[in-house]
């Protein structure tokens, strides 16, 4: 009995391991160490876009891919897409998600708006609020999920924007 308990305990977590086993690189000139001159918001003379970003390796059955952009040092927007989060559709296991424009909810090639930014004010956003803070050295980072219909996660990882 121990040793059947045990070996489907390994299975499974052999299986959740490998869901979420996908890579993905920041392009386009993002580092993940520092925001990039002028990817930060109109607010602070800047004329940021999503950063482009190169995927690898998605779990079979992926239909799309969800990033939501976060401020690690701002507790209002810092988990759940607090700068917003976009989908982009894909087919197989990589994938290019393109910078798309900071402020909008009007995305080409069928790239969508899940969930606008949560900011307010002079900093509302229709969809991703780019890095914002002035230049005070907060820290920028995006969740990547492949996602199957409309709430399966298959997969996730954190990849670090940078500071700004």
Avoid at 126 to 135: E, F, H, M, T, V
């Amino acid at each position: 009995m121990f040793r059947i308990t045990t070996t489907l305990i390994a299975l499974s977590l052999a299986s959740v391991t490998h869901a979420a086993d996908f890579k993905v690189k920041l392009t386009g000139g993002w580092n993940g160490k520092s925001v990039p001159a002028g990817q930060h918001c109109k607010l602070h003379g800047g004329k940021g876009k999503t950063p482009p970003m190169s995927i690898s390796g998605l779990p079979a059955g992926t239909e799309w891919v969800l990033v939501e952009y976060n401020d690690r040092d701002f507790q209002p927007l810092s988990k759940r897409g607090g700068h917003g989060s976009i989908g982009y559709p894909v087919s197989g296991a990589s994938a290019k998600l393109p910078a798309v424009a900071a402020r909008s909810n009007k995305l080409p090639n069928g790239i969508f708006v899940h969930k606008r930014a949560r900011s307010s004010g002079s900093y509302a956003s229709k969809g991703y609020l780019p890095p914002c803070s002035g230049g005070k050295g907060n820290r920028y980072f995006a969740d990547v999920h492949a996602m199957q219909g409309k709430k399966k996660k298959l997969g996730s990882v954190r990849v670090e924007m940078g500071k700004y």
